[in-house]
């Protein structure tokens, strides 16, 4: 198995720039996440889906922020425009939600570290 | 809201001594916990699990508790090595099971 597949693994751009990050998550896997890390606020839960729809999105921080998952196997997270306080590293995460909507063991990716000068 | 809270860190430890990392959590009735840990430069990894009251989750040397009377679930090892030095996250399911809420972290220094 192969794992959650995040791309690209570092991204550098200037303030105003567009950035998108991706991710694939673990073949069978119905529930994805996305996550931002920061030395300040820690690990934060910026959005969730469950069979590609957004179920949670209280945690994107502002409308600059916007993902989507078109499809099981596919979700990006896009900042535009991008600043540099979005500097910080990106998680995706993807896990099984059984019966009754309980959630399984999360998966995590290597993460997109993210740097807006 | 439900929250998870460690200790702050870093914990500095030599090898083979004992590790205690805190973690206290609130919570409406008694959520799955977890111990995720990130070594450097990677994703988070799931260290341990207990899902119920006074269950005990163990993986790798590491174990840990889940006591509801003091609403804890500290981590603990024997004898820590220099590849244990990495991130450790305490972690809860919300109240709907929908999704984990993370603390903070603690990182964890292991010198030879």
């Known amino acids: 198995d192969a794992g959650v597949i995040q791309s690209p693994r570092h991204e550098v751009t200037e303030m105003g720039q567009e950035v998108t990050l991706r991710c694939k998550p673990i073949?069978?896997?119905?529930?994805l996440f996305w996550y931002r890390q920061t030395m300040m606020r820690g690990l934060e839960l910026l959005i969730y889906?469950?069979?590609?729809?957004?179920?949670?999105d209280s945690g994107m921080p502002e409308d600059r922020f916007s993902a989507k998952m078109p499809n099981a196997s596919f979700s990006t997270l896009k900042i535009q425009p991008s600043e540099p306080r979005d500097s910080a590293v990106y998680f995706c995460a993807s896990s099984k939600r059984g019966g009754g909507g309980l959630l399984h063991e999360q998966y995590f990716g290597p993460g997109t570290r993210l740097t807006v000068t | 809201g439900d929250s998870v809270t460690q200790m702050e860190g870093p914990v500095t430890l030599s090898e083979e001594a004992f590790l205690t990392i805190n973690c206290t959590y609130t919570?409406?009735?008694?959520?799955?916990l977890f111990w995720y840990v990130q070594y450097p430069g990677e994703g988070l990894q799931l260290l341990l699990k207990a899902t119920k009251a006074d269950d005990k989750g163990s993986n790798k040397g590491f174990e840990a508790t889940y006591r509801k009377e003091t609403t804890s679930f500290h981590l603990e090892k024997g004898s820590v090595q220099v590849s244990d030095s990495a991130v450790y996250f305490c972690?809860?399911?919300?109240?709907?099971?929908?999704?984990?809420?993370f603390g903070k972290g603690t990182t964890l220094s292991v010198s030879s």
């Open positions: 889906f469950n069979n590609n729809v957004p179920i949670d």
């Open positions: 919570a409406t009735g008694y959520p799955s």
């Open positions: 972690a809860l399911f919300n109240q709907a099971g929908t999704a984990l809420i």
């Open positions: 073949s069978g896997h119905n529930s």
